[in-house]
């Protein structure tokens, strides 16, 4: 019973975030669409951003499984599978940020960058919270909280890229 309550949360949860995410583009796009618009430079460089980031995740995933073969990695089940879903979505950020795709043509970059700022500290906040009631990790194995540890260094990660690329960029000027 409690497992089946915790797949329920966390089904609730995921759907509950595919809602607000559903709010958010609609918020950060000056047009107020809930798709962003991007140029046929940036459709290409996504293009291969994406194609980074699904090799990543194959030689994530096979890592992992070979790893969990000869040694039981110290985490549920829901940590190590969404570890390497942010592998790829750190590949295709970092790609697309990289070669300036990242950010489509209607996109308000204050708003952007207030929703990523809140949903970091969130996701911190999650963490350390889950942390201080000694949640995170169980045992010596780490616990569901722990996605939003991850979830908050994505976006510091992506925050870091942003801040190469525009120094690199004041650079070539």
């Not at 291969?48 to 110290?74: D, R, T």
């Not at 489509?104 to 960058?113: A, V």
Request: proline content about 2%; overall charge positive; glycine content about 8%.
């Amino acid at each position: 019973m409690m497992n089946e309550a915790r797949m329920l949360g966390l089904l609730i949860g995921v759907v509950v975030g595919l809602i607000i995410c559903v709010f958010v583009f609609r918020l950060v796009n000056k047009d107020k669409k809930m798709r962003t618009e991007y140029d046929e430079r940036q459709e290409q460089a996504r293009g291969k951003a994406y194609k980074y980031s699904f090799v990543a995740v194959l030689i994530a995933e096979a890592l992992l499984g070979i790893i969990a073969s000869g040694v039981e990695i110290p985490a549920v089940p829901i940590v190590t599978h969404f570890f390497v879903i942010f592998i790829g979505v750190v590949v295709q950020a970092c790609v697309s940020i990289w070669n300036g795709a990242y950010v489509g043509q209607n996109t308000n970059m204050t708003r952007f960058m207030i929703v990523m700022m809140v949903v970091t500290a969130i996701n911190f906040l999650t963490a350390f919270m889950a942390y201080r009631t000694g949640e995170l990790v169980v045992d010596g194995v780490l616990q569901a909280p722990f996605v939003n540890f991850l979830c908050g260094m994505l976006f510091v990660v992506i925050a870091a890229a942003y801040g190469l690329r525009a120094l690199c960029d004041r650079r070539e000027e």
